[in-house]
Each structure stands twice: as C-alpha cells, then as structure tokens.
C-alpha cells in the first residue's frame, strides 16, 4: 500500500481550488492538474507499506488525533515550486492556524518516527499542489494569480490516512482511516 497522511477539504474549499485551477488551466500551453477528488493538504507521506505494518500507523495516528483539538485554516495564494520552463508545481497557500498546523504535523511525524518512519529532514512547507508540470502561454501569467483565492476560513476537525493507487493510468487517493481531533478541550 501507498500511504500518506493528509488532511481532506470541505466542499466550499475545493470549489475555490477548482475555480482558481481552471483559471489557471485557461493560460497554459500543457500541464497535470490534480483532480477533484486528489485535492488534499500532505501532513507526512509515509511510501510504501505492508498490510501487516497497517494497525501500528493506526494507532500512532489515533493517538496523535487525541492530543489535538479542531483549528481554522484559510486558502491564501498561489505560489509555486521549479523556475517556470515549467514550473514543477503550482500550489496554493495555506493560512489561519499555522501552528496548530505545524504542531498537528509534528505530532504525526514524532507518532509515526515511534513505528520505525524516518522524521523529515526539511521544513514543513504546507501546501496544496493545483499542477505539476505547468508552463504559461504568456511569461508574465502566473503573476496574476497572486491573491486571488478567497480568504475563507474551513475547519480542520481531523485529518486521514490517504491510500494512493493507479486505475486506468490515473492517480487515486482513497481515505481508509480518519482521526477526529480531540473536542474534549474546546470551550
């Protein structure tokens, strides 16, 4: 199995992103956008995993879920990876909580690192890939998209366990597990 760990959006959320990729999409010479469904925010991506290996990540990730309580998050612009000739990837931005993000995704690095995962080296830089691959017809498009994304706030209530397979030539994401965040604390 192909696992990551991931936090999955509400509808309104993906509208956005949808909205904002087809602009996107309109300016482009080629380019792979993720699918509606493949929209997601990474926390830790774990690689290949035995079946047998399943109910320790489980536990881990349960665990994690209960030392931490729901926090808000908004989209907040378009950046991307690579120099343009084309970029490898275009993402959008997240804002709101940042620490409780960050604290959420050390949490599952720190809980994971327990059942023999290796803890990422780099720093954590969340974001949602729109693209991969993408070049721009005119040079000066991309800067456009800067800040156009709404500001809305969505709650993170919990986050999953992503399964990622191959069907017919295309990349799906399926959530066999997911964690609620602890409410227990809230006021």
């Not at 509808?11 to 993720?34: A, C, M, P």
């Not at 774990?46 to 290996?53: F, I």
Request: hydrophobic content about 40%; proline content about 4%.
């Amino acid at each position: 199995m192909r696992l990551f760990v991931g936090i999955e959006f509400p509808d309104k959320i993906v509208d956005e992103l949808l909205n904002i990729q087809n602009q996107i999409r309109s300016e482009v010479k080629r380019g792979r956008f993720v699918s509606r469904t493949n929209l997601h925010l990474t926390l830790q991506f774990l690689g290949e995993v035995q079946v047998q290996d399943l109910n320790p990540i489980v536990k881990a990730l349960q665990m994690t879920a209960q030392g931490h309580t729901p926090f808000f998050l908004a989209l907040k612009d378009i950046g991307s990876f690579g120099n343009g000739h084309p970029f490898r990837v275009i993402w959008a931005g997240i804002d709101g909580d940042m620490q409780s993000l960050v604290d959420l995704q050390k949490g599952i690095s720190s809980s994971l690192f327990t059942v023999g995962f290796p803890q990422e080296k780099r720093k954590y830089q969340p974001h949602i890939t729109l693209g991969r691959d993408v070049e721009f017809i005119g040079r000066h498009s991309f800067e456009k998209y800067s800040g156009v994304l709404t500001q809305l706030p969505f709650q993170i209530e919990r986050f999953s366990l992503i399964e990622s397979t191959v069907e017919n030539g295309k990349r799906v994401y399926r959530s066999p597990f997911s964690f609620s965040l602890d409410c227990s604390n809230e006021v």
